[in-house]
């Protein structure tokens, strides 16, 4: 029974993925099921996570195959967070998409698809294997396909060519990387390759695989010279499926970073030094990008960019505390970017464009949704006490500690300019008198939708606000949180015992 | 044997990346399938090829005493070939629908989600 327990989520979302397909025209069940199915999941994710918090790793060996042999799944402190995380903005955007979406998209399968590429994120933060992390990787980027030309809009099939391209790319890469390694070593199973890969005599063979990794996972992930797809794609699709994306698709990218390299390729000056460097230019070039933007929605990509730098700093680094304030980001980066994509999805149904330059006069039009967008906004940029200031003080720490200046500038530097952006976008945006936007006649104007819709758009803005709002408030429990994921990342043994001993004497 | 597939493998690689790297909307389409070969390629010569060793153990051992030809790799083959397929059907919907509404097939003329809106 409690072996099981960690495969639930997944399992949910796999069922309401099917059983939403035998609802394919009825857009409003589909709306329904995907809500309801939503809570359930989220309730459920966190009876597990509180059940894996008490409780330790917790591990499954799928067929009652020992590893290494068989595909593990494993669910430590770090996979679970995700997992909730995602359970967390999965519920937002379904609530969000079912006012946002517009019906002739719906009808081509949305929330089913929506549902897969939730499915996959578990699946990827849940598995144990390389090679079935390829597997739900590939489940993630065929639904996102999917998810990201649905209308097809010119601009839309535009940005999926070269967001399929390049990911397809990173996936082959990836594969190569699983195909060296498995050369190398024999074997498949995280834990396993742990052992084996720090017995290899030849260093300089495990340095290119772990490059080849880097490449692969490094263009999901959006750092510096890999990133360009990102602003090119992330801005066509609707606001929803945009939210969806920037919240949590890099951000798988950089979980397998940060798992495959603390606990694969560990301890390895040069590869600690790439990362760094990595890191330190996708803050400056990210910030930089976000600065000359003038459409909201591309400014938030840029600045998707420019955040996932913190991350891949935090790993550099490679110490508790920087661990620890990666972590710390990523949970507050998930809630955060989710939830501007959403803002921004706001703001466009409001005034019918998303050009800072035509927008203006939102504060004395809409003055309690301003202070509503007022909340994400001042988290990304990290006022104290909201969210985004917490895991800077963990980063400066051990930026400190490490003696690495270059990554203190990246920082500080990153900081500054996301300030300055959104300062530069709250006087566009909210006080600025308003400029000439043409009135659309097809247009779907906030103004004249009905009650319900309306707050289809506003209750997930609420519902994220308020978590981002105890992420900054509640730091102290989340600084908990990431110090305990810190320590299981730190110390392998603990998940290479987990893996093995759980397969030694299963209960 | 060896030898000549690190070859082809290396071979298949550099086509397929340099096919990817043209402006062509159907060139990318076959850049992307003699990439996905490649890497299946690679998969099954990293796997270490064996010749007529069945991975099959007599009944009164319990481990494999001589070389035997590994049965995972062609396992992972198998998935990846399923998902590469699946990823190039879908690759040729998604150029032919590209085709029909942006009217060009050059990656160049390819604008619209770098202009200024």
Not at chain 1, 21 to 50: D, E, K, P
Not at chain 1, 351 to 364: I, N, P, Q, V
Request: glycine residues 8%; contains cysteine; charged residues 10%.
């Amino acid at each position: 029974m409690t072996q099981q327990l960690i495969l639930y989520p997944l399992l949910l979302q796999l069922l309401l993925s099917i059983l939403l397909m035998f609802f394919w025209y009825r857009i409003n069940a589909q709306r329904v099921i995907s809500i309801l199915g939503s809570i359930l999941h989220l309730g459920l994710t966190i009876f597990v996570f509180s059940f894996i918090w008490n409780n330790g790793t917790q591990t499954l060996q799928a067929g009652s195959w020992e590893a290494p042999f068989g595909i593990t799944f494993i669910a430590d402190s770090l996979a679970i967070t995700l997992v909730l995380l995602t359970a967390i903005a999965g519920l937002a955007v379904s609530i969000f998409s079912s006012s946002a979406m517009i019906p002739d998209r719906l009808r081509f399968g949305y929330f089913p698809i929506f549902h897969f590429l939730l499915l996959g994120l578990n699946g990827a933060f849940l598995t144990g294997d390389i090679f079935n992390l390829y597997v739900w990787f590939e489940i993630i980027i065929i639904s996102s396909f999917v998810l990201i030309t649905l209308g097809g809009e010119k601009a839309q099939l535009e940005g999926a060519v070269k967001y399929f391209t390049l990911n397809f790319l990173a996936s082959m890469i990836f594969l190569t990387a699983i195909a060296v390694l498995y050369g190398l070593t024999g074997s498949l199973n995280m834990a396993d390759l742990a052992i084996k890969v720090s017995e290899i005599e030849n260093r300089a063979l495990v340095q290119i695989t772990a490059v080849l990794f880097l490449i692969g996972f490094g263009i999901k992930a959006a750092v510096f010279p890999l990133y360009f797809w990102l602003p090119a794609s992330y801005h066509t699709p609707p606001s929803a499926v945009s939210a969806i994306f920037g919240g949590l698709l890099t951000k798988v990218g950089v979980y397998a970073l940060i798992r495959v390299f603390s606990l694969i390729f560990v301890g390895d000056a040069f590869l600690d030094e790439i990362l760094l460097v990595i890191a330190i230019l996708t803050l400056f070039s990210g910030g930089v990008g976000a600065l000359v933007q003038n459409n909201i929605k591309k400014v938030f990509s840029y600045l998707i960019i420019c955040h996932i730098g913190y991350m891949i700093l935090g790993l550099g680094m490679f110490t508790e505390v920087a661990i620890a304030g990666a972590i710390f980001y990523l949970i507050h980066d998930i809630i955060v970017k989710t939830n501007l994509f959403m803002v921004s999805g706001l703001i466009y149904r409001i005034k019918g464009s998303s050009s800072m330059r035509a927008l203006g006069g939102f504060y004395s039009n809409y003055p309690k949704l301003s202070l509503l967008i007022f909340i994400p906004l001042f988290s990304l940029v990290g006022i104290p006490p909201l969210s985004g200031f917490w895991p800077k003080i963990s980063l400066i720490t051990a930026s400190f500690d490490t003696q690495s200046y270059w990554g203190l500038a990246g920082i500080i530097f990153a900081s500054f300019i996301t300030l300055v952006v959104i300062a530069k976008l709250w006087a566009e945006v909210f006080w600025k008198n308003p400029g000439e936007i043409p009135k659309r006649k097809k247009f779907d104007y906030f103004h004249k939708m009905g009650k319900y819709r309306k707050l289809g758009f506003v209750v997930p803005i609420v519902f994220l606000s308020f978590v981002s709002l105890y992420i900054g408030f509640g730091a102290e429990n989340i600084q908990i949180l990431s110090s305990r994921v810190a320590q299981e990342l730190m110390d392998k043994q603990l998940y290479i015992d987990a893996v093995f001993n759980n397969a030694q004497n299963p209960k | 044997m060896e030898i000549l597939f690190a070859i082809i493998i290396g071979v298949l690689y550099a086509a397929g990346i340099y096919m990817i790297l043209r402006r062509s909307l159907v060139k990318l389409i076959i850049g992307i399938i003699l990439l996905g070969n490649g890497a299946n390629l690679l998969i099954f010569l990293l796997g270490r090829i064996s010749e007529g060793a069945p991975p099959i153990i007599p009944e009164e051992s319990k481990v494999f005493l001589e070389a035997y030809a590994d049965p995972v790799p062609q396992a992972l083959i198998l998935t990846a070939i399923v998902i590469s397929f699946g990823l190039q059907s879908f690759a040729i919907i998604l150029v032919k629908r590209a085709h029909k509404v942006v009217k060009t097939d050059d990656l160049d003329e390819m604008n619209a989600t770098d202009e200024d809106s």
